[in-house]
């Protein structure tokens, strides 16, 4: 079993980049975020491995950090997820932008990926909504909080204020973002007014 490899890049083409590792040369598959982020022909190259092990191939997906790896762990745990629609949707977001749509139950931002459709979105932020915290990539009250927008049990003024915001333009993302922070400099009982204002504020950084 390979779990990471550490060479130089030999080949970058399509969906995969070739490693040398003391003169023998793997071929690692890669999220588009991944090929793009690790460097060019002649550079030296880290990336964690998951090794398919197959009847007939062996198969290495690489990733530039073990919480994308894990987040390709995850997402084929969703039925009609495989790895490569795993790699497609770790390729259109980062882990960043995959908690915050799982937390705020956002199934078209996960359909923005290539080959995800609505279904799959859908099953894809439904199921990994308990499973999500766990990889990080939001702190502990943002996702709770985004959990709540997410699923409609948010408070009146936090749900008031995320809905004037997302009027004015902004994402639900951005939305639920701004309203996070101006909780946490505000408190849990400040009126919408108050957060919607704070929210500005903070989007304006």
Known sequence: MIGKLKGTIEEISGDYVLID???VCYVAFCSGRT???????????????ETYVREDQLKLFGFA??????????????QGVGAKVALAVLSTLSASDL???????????????????PKVAQRIVTELKNKAP??????????????????????APV???????????????QAASAVGAAVRDAGDDADSAKLIRLGLKELAK
Not at 159 to 173: F, K, M
């Open 21 to 23: 590792v003391h003169g």
């Open 35 to 49: 090929l793009g982020n690790i460097g060019s022909a002649g550079e030296a190259v880290i990336l964690f491995i």
């Open 65 to 78: 950090t073990e919480l994308e790896r894990e987040w390709f762990r995850l997402l084929q745990s969703v």
């Open 99 to 117: 908690s915050n749509a799982i937390a705020l139950q956002d199934k078209a931002m996960v359909a923005r990926a290539p080959g995800i459709g």
């Open 134 to 155: 766990l990889l990080g990539g939001l702190d502990a009250p943002d996702m709770g909080l985004k959990q709540n927008i997410g699923d409609g049990v948010a408070s």
């Open 159 to 173: 749900a008031d204020a995320v809905s004037a915001l997302c009027n004015l333009g902004y994402s639900r993302e």
